[in-house]
């Protein structure tokens, strides 16, 4: 597959496989239908700076090591790659995906501009937590009718019950276009992988693009649980002591076992037989 869609000469072999898993992704919201228009965004590190080593580990092969981060080589330090402003995720592929640095502004050549509002707050992350590597934002249904809750998310099913201690809320402001808000949303999350926007919608911050789909997939599937049980009438409690279980439990959060490639990977090949050519 590879093969067919053969790299541009003006990437190097990291960014380019960093655009290509990113593509996928997009592909995949779309799939699974968390698009939003054409808005909306998942924001990736390029590589070429101080990683946590999770690509590529598996429940098969545990990563070997210290477990510190390393240099990979590649590109300079403090870009990112996001969704062009105007296409819809079906639409985004590795060679349109936007490369900006840390103030939002585009590096190199692009012919599409990025939302304003999609970098405000991906940019103080990404820029002040090294092991953001990924950054997720979606305004699915569930999760935005959790965020518009006042109790928020309820730990009572098993999806939530990994969520448990991984959450944080930031009130709402208005749309995310003024940067000062960027610096507040960053110490709302206080360091947790979720933070949910209240009256909007959740953000997941992942140490690879893999983990962060993954949690962003127990955000959704848990706030479809609660939405719909919540329907139904008095939600079950979980005990404390369960729920700390759960958290330890969950391959989600645990670089052992890839927090996420493996079910990642397997999203990636589906749509690779759908339509490929996310790879262009």
Known sequence: MPDAFPKPARFSEAEWAARVQLAACYRIFAHLGWAELIYNHISLRVPGQKMPPLHGASHRSPPEGD???RERPGDEPDHFLINP???HYTEVTASNLVKVDGEGCIVGNADWSIN???FTFHGAIHATLPDAHCVMHVHTTPTMAVCCLKDGLS???FYAAQLWGQVAYHDFEGITVNRDE???ILASSGGK???LLRNHGP???GRTLAQAFNIMWLVQRACEIQVASQ???ELQPITEAALQACVRDSLNFNPKFGAGEDSFSAMQRLIDRIDPGYRA
């Open 85 to 87: 402003f105007g296409l």
């Open 193 to 195: 992988p979720v933070l």
């Open 231 to 233: 329907a139904l009438g």
């Open 203 to 205: 953000v997941v911050i």
């Open 116 to 118: 304003p509002a999609g």
């Open 155 to 157: 730990f009572t099913n």
């Open 67 to 69: 477990g510190s981060s």
């Open 182 to 184: 960027g610096a507040r």
